[in-house]
């Protein structure tokens, strides 16, 4: 077991900076997610973790050691990769048992392991066989049995699940999670996918262009965004944005878009007129009715997905969802009014994207 710290990491290649200065305590036992569009430096700072990437500067220790200059496999890591690199020519228990024989274990001392991995893992009926005749998912199970055997004090897992399909995708992630459970280990998961970053972290860490944009608990992340990056990139489909001017009315402030169309501002936003300001509201916290005193908006596109509807529109000139559960028959084309509820607003700084309330 073991806490990670970073302080200040970062990393250059060449004259390129791709990783600025990352500050990150993580805690004995706890699963945490770095999740961030492509290229936003999550596999280089997790590599750097591994000791697969020099650490440019700043500093990195594992359960308390200093581990900058250590090589991987004194760091006492194990690491999942997209790609299983399992070993063709290997059957699954050879695969498994790569690892303690390159250590010169004695087979009587790791066989119980391997046994105890293949059992948690679905794989006791599978040790004769080569990866090519298993599935997806089996292979992805002999590559976490081959990181579990090690009984690493970190996990770390790089966008282990983008080679499978939809549904084994929701089943490893499941897997994962309950392994983790039983195991009681620190993980730093890697992934692109904000439904994995939610269902599987303790803690979330939305990274971009090589710098933290909010580190938080996952519902944290999704009920308080700290700025417009993260309130976009939480959320399926993702909140939705109305960008205007704050204006002064005869019934307190509102917000002015470009349409013409102006939304009062309700509560006491910390905003004076003139300011530009985004505002923001989740698709399932719009209610829709036929009233007059709501935004009207036109339904361009209605999409069933079996336990909830999208309807899209446009508000102020960008495109907006709103998501109920119930099928009610609405056609493209029909006016609907929508209403914002207080509660579940979010307003932005346009300029810096940072949250206001
Ligand atoms: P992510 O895992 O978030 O998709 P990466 O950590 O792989 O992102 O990459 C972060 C940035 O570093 C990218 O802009 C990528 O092009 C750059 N990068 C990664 N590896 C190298 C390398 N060996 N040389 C130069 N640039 C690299």
């Not at 900058?68 to 790609?83: D, E, T």
């Not at 009926?125 to 090690?150: E, F, H, I, N, T």
């Not at 939480?234 to 402030?253: I, K, Q, R, T, W």
């Not at 007059?292 to 339904?299: N, R």
Request: charged residues 20%.
């Amino acid at each position: 077991m073991a806490a990670v710290q970073l302080s200040g990491i970062y990393k250059r290649y060449g004259d390129t900076q791709v990783v600025h200065g990352i500050d990150l305590h993580i805690d004995d036992g706890e699963f945490v997610v770095l999740v961030g569009p492509s290229g936003c430096g999550k596999s280089t700072l997790m590599r750097m973790v591994a000791g697969l990437e020099e650490i440019s500067g700043g500093e990195l220790t594992i359960g308390g050691t200093r581990a900058n200059g250590l090589a991987p496999q004194q760091r006492n890591v194990s690491m999942v990769f997209q790609s299983y690199a399992l070993y063709p020519h290997l059957s699954v228990y050879d695969n498994i048992a790569f690892g303690p024989r390159i250590r010169k274990e004695a087979a009587a001392k790791f066989k119980p392991r391997i046994e105890a991995a293949a059992k948690m893992l679905n794989l006791s009926g599978y040790l004769d066989r080569l990866p090519r005749a298993l599935s997806g998912g089996q292979r992805q199970r002999v590559a976490m049995g081959r990181a579990v055997v090690r009984e690493p004090s970190l996990f770390l897992f790089d966008e282990p699940l983008s080679n499978l399909d939809a549904k084994l995708r929701v089943q490893m992630r499941t897997e994962i999670k309950a392994l983790h459970q039983r195991l009681q280990n620190t993980v730093i998961y890697v992934t692109h996918d904000q439904i994995e970053a939610m269902t599987m972290a303790d803690r979330i860490v939305v990274m971009n262009a090589g710098r933290i944009e909010q580190i938080g608990r996952p519902l944290e992340l999704y009920d308080r965004p700290a700025n417009l990056f993260v309130a976009s990139f939480l959320g399926s489909p993702s909140m939705n944005f109305a960008e205007g001017e704050v204006v002064a009315g005869d019934g307190g402030l509102a917000l002015l878009l470009p349409d013409g169309l102006r939304i009062a501002l309700t509560g006491q936003p910390p905003v004076q007129p003139g300011a530009k300001v985004t505002l923001g509201v989740r698709p399932e916290h719009i209610e829709t009715g036929a009233a007059q005193d709501g935004i009207p908006m036109t339904i361009e596109v209605v999409e069933p997905t079996g336990a909830e509807t999208h309807l899209y529109g446009k508000i102020g000139g960008n495109a907006w969802c709103v998501t109920t559960r119930e099928r009610a028959l609405i056609e493209p084309g029909q006016r609907v009014t929508l209403r914002l509820p207080a509660e579940h607003r979010h307003l932005f700084d346009t300029e810096s994207g940072r949250r206001l309330a």
